[in-house]
T-cell receptor
Framework: NAGVMQNPRHLVRRRGQEARLRCSPMKGHSHVYWYRQLPEEGLKFMVYLQKENIIDESGMPKERFSAEFPKEGPSILRIQQVVRGDSAAYFC?????????????FGNGTRLTVT | GDSVTQMEGPVTLSEEAFLTINCTYTATGYPSLFWYVQYPGEGLQLLLKATKADDKGSNKGFEATYRKETTSFHLEKGSVQVSDSAVYFCALSLYGGSQGNLIFGKGTKLSVKP
């Protein structure tokens, strides 16, 4: 039973380019969460999605960042016109349900470097 | 606002030493509390949790007790092993037991020497 799969593991982008980070949740999980980990910091919640719906995007920067979780395929976190401050590790997590005591399962993260 | 504060690392211990990693929190309402562990190059894994005051979470020899009076959730282990070397994160959730929108501390890196 494969865990949460994120790709790529490492992504290098020049300033101004777009970054696309993919997350395939565990089988049977319909809830996806994205977190960002800046150097020497803890993880910060970004967005919570169910299939085709954004449930909570209170942690998403207002500009350049977007997320989706389509009916088919992985969840995508998209960062347009990247800047150096976007360099971080981005973690995806999934759960079978959003409320109650469902544990979160984290992927191994995508490490984005903006040069 | 709501927050989690952990002791700063790195913490370096010899094998079989006693471990304490302090964690305190600030939250409105009654949060659930968690400890996560991150091994090098991997994602976070839930280590243990407690959902109400005086609950004790335990797993793999690690323990933490939810102390409402001191707003703390300190992680302890009686005898650490080299394989326990990792980064440990304390976290809280304001949504009952749901872990979706977690607030994390900055993490404490633990290195255990043989």
């Amino acid at each position: 039973n494969a865990g949460v799969m994120q790709n790529p593991r490492h992504l290098v982008r020049r300033r101004g380019q777009e970054a696309r980070l993919r997350c395939s949740p565990m089988k049977g999980h319909s809830h996806v969460y994205w977190y960002r980990q800046l150097p020497e910091e803890g993880l910060k919640f970004m967005v919570y999605l169910q299939k085709e719906n954004i449930i909570d995007e209170s942690g998403m920067p207002k500009e350049r960042f977007s997320a989706e979780f389509p009916k088919e395929g992985p969840s995508i976190l998209r960062i347009q016109q990247v800047v150096r401050g976007d360099s971080a590790a981005y973690f995806c997590a999934s759960s079978p349900r959003g409320v109650d005591n469902s544990p979160l399962h984290f992927g191994n993260g995508t490490r984005l470097t903006v040069t | 606002g709501d927050s989690v504060t952990q002791m700063e690392g790195p913490v370096t211990l010899s094998e079989e030493a006693f471990l304490t990693i302090n964690c305190t929190y600030t939250a409105t309402g009654y949060p659930s509390l968690f400890w996560y562990v991150q091994y090098p190059g991997e994602g976070l894994q839930l280590l243990l949790k407690a959902t109400k005051a005086d609950d004790k979470g335990s797993n793999k020899g690690f323990e933490a007790t939810y102390r409402k009076e001191t707003t703390s959730f300190h992680l302890e282990k009686g005898s650490v092993q080299v394989s326990d070397s990792a980064v440990y994160f304390c976290a809280l959730s304001l949504y009952g037991g749901s872990q979706g929108n977690l607030i994390f501390g900055k993490g404490t890196k633990l290195s255990v020497k043989p």
